[in-house]
């Protein structure tokens, strides 16, 4: 198969199709239902994990909890932009913050305007653009982890350890209904427990696709309580169960800001 533009795009429609069907799916199979090689199937399911459909694991991928229609995407993506917007303004004058290795997470930077605020983080896409001189950021170093630019490994790790921050914003693979956090990689885990025992109060923003989610992820679990930023659409079960065992839930609706 020839690898122009619309034979890819009609593989990532055909792989989002099959993984709605099954959830799940392994790296191998694909190849062969698609007759491409190994590399040619990581590098479609790392454009859709881009994207926020999907979540890889060692040899294949998972589905988030209830993929997105194409004419949702969108929309999915103004909510995640709209939490940014919010974390931002939970973040004062003077903060020391820890971001991971989530874009959402990592999308607040853009809206602290001038508010001189010191920032930690092992998301190593904080290169790809240039901040205002307010912020003063420091990269974990460590391995480097994909397109998406994670950073872990014992160097994160033992320069992770040293810091002590304020608040943590956390993205995530999903918040599951008893309030686990779940990661699709779960060598992202130890640094996201650590960033959480590290500060003083953290935020786990996930917008409303990923309110519930079960499946074969790394897990967790929230030793300490803390705040869910999430979007109007979140189900509203899962956010009472959350409330219930003692998260602060926070919703953001599209008429909280000036869209124009």
Do not use: W
Request: hydrophobic fraction near 40%; charge should be neutral.
């Amino acid at each position: 198969m020839k690898r122009d533009r619309q034979s890819v795009n009609d593989r990532h429609t055909k792989i989002l199709s099959l993984l709605r069907e099954r959830r799940e799916i392994k790296v191998e199979e694909l190849a062969q239902i698609f007759d491409v090689s190994p590399m040619t199937i990581r590098r479609d399911l790392q454009h859709l994990e881009d994207r926020g459909l999907v979540s890889r694991f060692y040899g294949g991928a998972v589905a988030e909890q209830r993929l997105p229609l194409p004419a949702e995407a969108d929309q999915v993506k103004l909510y995640r932009d709209l939490i940014s917007r919010y974390a931002a303004t939970l973040v004062s004058e003077e903060d020391h913050i820890f971001i991971n290795g989530s874009k959402t997470a990592l999308g607040l930077l853009d809206y602290l305007e001038q508010k001189q605020v010191r920032v930690f983080t092992n998301n190593g896409l904080v290169c790809a653009k240039k901040y205002p001189s307010n912020l003063r950021i420091t990269l974990s170093g460590g391995d480097v982890r994909g397109q998406n630019a994670i950073l872990t490994g014992d160097c994160t790790m033992r320069n992770l350890l040293m810091e002590q921050a304020g608040k943590a914003f956390i993205g995530c693979t999903g918040i599951s209904p008893n309030g686990e956090l779940l990661c699709g990689i779960p060598t992202e885990l130890a640094i996201n427990e650590t960033m959480l025992s590290h500060s003083n109060q953290y935020y786990i923003l996930a917008d409303h696709t990923k309110i519930g989610v079960m499946g074969t992820y790394a897990s967790l679990h929230l030793e300490k309580m803390g705040t869910v930023i999430t979007d109007e659409k979140a189900p509203a079960a899962v956010l009472d169960q959350l409330r219930f065992i003692g998260m602060g839930v926070i919703q953001v609706k599209q008429s909280d800001f000036d869209l124009d």
